[in-house]
């Protein structure tokens, strides 16, 4: 189902600017923009006008400006209307636009439409939302080249191969009697066994690229007064937790979002863990070992000068925050620059450990490195476009779909069987450009877009 109406939205953010745009997009556009604007418009021309509601009154003095489709964002006629950027004068001339019989767009239905109209594809679509909500330098220049379409096109190119390789399984059934056995020969094989791994390259850095484009979320943990709050600020490189030599001082969920070496981390600083008779500690405590459990990576922290001792096992930590620990989990040794300079980092053995001064900045770096291995990121530089979790699943399917051809080749040499997993790999891959694509898959992605985009 394709809607044809003609839609409008406030394409800027919410509140006040210097200056905010009203977006209409469809067969209208042209027509109701022209209408609002009192005069004709030229392509693709900045013209001065005075924009007034059907009554005659004037709404704004703006800018306004035609892209007739099909050379316009969404491949329709578009107007953008660039008034000043109050909340109200564009809500009255959102209003005006729609007494002219213009419908208010849903989330992301221009970017939707652009997709419909082979704009862009469906990954690109989805990097015009990540660029949006990057977080860090790093993720928006990700995002950028996955919209300019790098990701697209490592996807097309495999599409590409695959299909070659379909057309060559098939000729080779379609003429039995050749001298040579194309499927026995083994040159199918190597071609199954080249395509993938250019997929395996495609899928390692789309999970490069899904680390950038989501982050992670990175949860301090550990006996009160360890040393959590003051490790908080040295990351976030400003006071954003209350730090004081009373055990039990942080007793709420803080949340921090840093850039750690290009990617995006959600900072989470969490009350020391410890039984108590207050209910308000206690609750903290409570939402620290759920902060846990949901974390994507724990950093441990446990003081150098501690009593309690150094956790021997993965176990043993799991015993002291109470809480199912995540797959990732770094020891911190803190507050190293009160030991004597001779003292080392002791072994855990299973866990990776890192020794700190949040006060003297030492092991900062080593804790970030730390924690870079421990998620897999590779560092911006080898991040070179954005993704998200739906690609590298699809990615992954058309693995699987790629190993099942060669099983088949390997146990039946049947070519029409090969031919079929070789199409279901296809698919696999055309649904992360949107080659094919469902409604509620389109729904999905498109719903979860802001108004105006
Ligand atoms: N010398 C030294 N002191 C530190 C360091 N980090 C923290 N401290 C001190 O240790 C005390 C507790 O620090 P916090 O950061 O509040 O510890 P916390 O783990 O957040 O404590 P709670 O919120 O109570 O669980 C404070 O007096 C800090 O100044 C460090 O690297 N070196
Ligand atoms: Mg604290």
């Not at 020391?272 to 308000?280: H, K, N, Q, T, W």
Request: proline share 4%.
């Amino acid at each position: 189902m394709r809607d044809t109406d003609t839609i409008a939205a406030v394409a800027t953010a919410d509140g006040r600017g210097g200056i905010g745009i009203v977006r209409l997009s469809g067969p209208e556009a042209l027509s109701i923009g022209e209408g609002l604007a009192g005069r004709s418009l030229e392509p693709r021309h900045a013209h001065h006008c005075r924009i007034r509601d059907p009554a005659g009154n004037i709404l704004d003095d703006a800018i306004v400006i035609a892209f007739p489709g099909p050379r316009s964002f969404t491949g329709e006629d578009v107007v953008e209307i660039q008034g000043h950027g109050s909340p109200v004068v564009l809500q009255q001339i959102l209003r005006a636009a729609v007494s002219q019989g213009v419908r208010l767009a849903r989330p992301g239905e221009f970017s939707e439409r652009a997709y419909l109209n082979d704009r862009i594809d469906l990954a690109q679509a989805e990097a015009i939302a990540d660029l949006i909500a990057a977080g860090t330098e790093a993720a928006a220049r990700g995002a950028l080249r996955s919209l300019q379409g790098e990701f697209s096109r490592q996807i097309h190119d495999l599409m590409e191969a695959v299909t070659m390789l379909r057309v060559y399984v098939e000729a080779a059934m379609d003429f039995p009697d050749e001298d040579v056995d194309f499927l026995a020969d083994g040159d199918v094989e190597i071609r199954l066994a080249e395509l993938g791994d250019d997929l395996d390259a495609v899928r390692r850095a789309a999970g490069q690229g899904v680390l950038l484009g989501s982050g992670i979320t990175l949860v301090l943990a550990g006996a009160p007064n360890a040393g959590k709050s003051s490790l908080m600020n040295a990351l976030a490189r400003r006071d954003t937790a209350i730090v004081t030599a009373i055990p039990g001082t942080t007793r709420d969920v803080l949340r921090e979002p840093i850039d750690l070496d290009g990617l995006p981390v959600q900072l989470i600083d969490t009350a020391g863990l410890r039984d108590s008779s207050d209910p308000v500690e206690a609750e903290g405590v409570r939402r620290a070992r759920a902060e846990v459990e949901r974390a994507d990576c724990l950093l441990f922290l446990v003081d150098a000068m501690a009593t309690t001792g150094w956790p021997r096992t993965r176990e043993e930590v799991e015993l002291r925050v109470g809480a199912k620990l995540p797959a990732r989990v770094v020891l911190v040794q803190s507050k190293i620059d009160l030991l004597t300079p001779a003292m080392e980092v002791p072994r855990n053995g299973e866990l990776p450990a890192v020794a700190i001064s949040a006060l003297t900045g030492e092991g900062m770096e080593d804790l970030k490195q730390a924690i870079r291995r421990q998620v897999g990121f590779a560092g911006d530089e080898q991040s070179t476009f954005t993704a998200r979790a739906r690609h590298l699943h699809a990615l992954d399917q058309a693995a699987d779909g790629l190993a099942a051809a060669l099983e088949t080749l390997r146990a039946t040499g049947a070519g029409d069987l090969v031919a079929e997993d070789l199409r279901l790999v296809h698919e696999h891959l055309g649904e992360i450009v949107g080659a094919v694509s469902s409604d509620a898959l389109l729904g999905r992605i498109f719903s979860s877009f802001c108004i105006g985009k």
